[in-house]
Every structure is written in structure tokens, then in C-alpha cells.
Nanobody, 119 residues
Framework: QVQLVESGGGLVQPGGSLKLSCVVTGTFSRIRAMGWYRQAPGRQREVVALISSSGAPNYADSAKGRFTISRDNTKNTMDLQMNSLQPEDTAVYYC?????????????WGQGTLVTVSA
């Protein structure tokens, strides 16, 4: 059974930094594109950053210049380094991955980790 587990959320002051991590566990053939999404209270889930299987990143405008997405294919992990955090970054952050299991591609989500930016 494939699972995505996030970690690294918490409370941080405006201007501070946090690093989120996601690890994929279970039995599968290959992890394709991965990404971080977030959902703030009362709002729809939105993409924050995506990363291809080869490591090419793509950022939402809100994340450009502040966040860095990376992955380690040898460890089946993905990180999101978040700098210069602002109150509007407060949300539950979710890890997403497209995973091949015996030739069938499916999208998987983590359970989410809460990031709160507040003084």
C-alpha cells in the first residue's frame, strides 16, 4: 500500500522559514511528478510547487523567489524549503505524487501538515 507522509509543519513568525518533507512508502514501480499543494481555511486547495521526475521545478507565483522544491529519487522523498513566510502562507500543506504501480498511474496525497505563520 502506497502512502505519502508529510512532516515539518508548525508555527513560525512572519519572515521565518520552515522546511516540509514528504516520504513515499510502499510498493510501486516509479514516482513520476510530485508536488506541494496548500489549502487555507475557507479556500480551495491550490498548487504551490511541482517537480518533474527529473527534478525540473515549477512554482506558483506566490512561491517564486521564496520557496524551493526538491526531491531525492534514491530516497523517495520531496522537500519544500519555505523562506520569508507571511501570514497568507498559513494553510495545510499537502504532498502529492503520481505513482506507477504495475503499469497503472494513480495520484496519491498525504494527510497534510499545518503551517501557521503568526506573530
Amino acid at each position: 500500500q502506497v502512502q505519502l507522509v508529510e512532516s515539518g509543519g508548525g508555527l513560525v513568525q512572519p519572515g521565518g522559514s520552515l522546511k516540509l518533507s514528504c516520504v513515499v512508502t510502499g510498493t510501486f514501480s516509479r514516482i513520476r511528478a510530485m508536488g506541494w499543494y496548500r489549502q487555507a481555511p475557507g479556500r480551495q486547495r491550490e498548487v504551490v510547487a511541482l517537480i518533474s521526475s527529473s527534478g525540473a521545478p515549477n512554482y506558483a507565483d506566490s512561491a517564486k523567489g521564496r520557496f524551493t522544491i526538491s526531491r531525492d529519487n534514491t530516497k523517495n522523498t520531496m522537500d519544500l524549503q519555505m523562506n520569508s513566510l507571511q501570514p497568507e502562507d498559513t494553510a495545510v500543506y499537502y504532498c502529492n505524487a503520481g505513482i506507477d504501480i504495475t503499469g497503472s498511474l494513480s495520484q496519491y496525497w498525504g494527510q497534510g501538515t499545518l503551517v501557521t505563520v503568526s506573530a
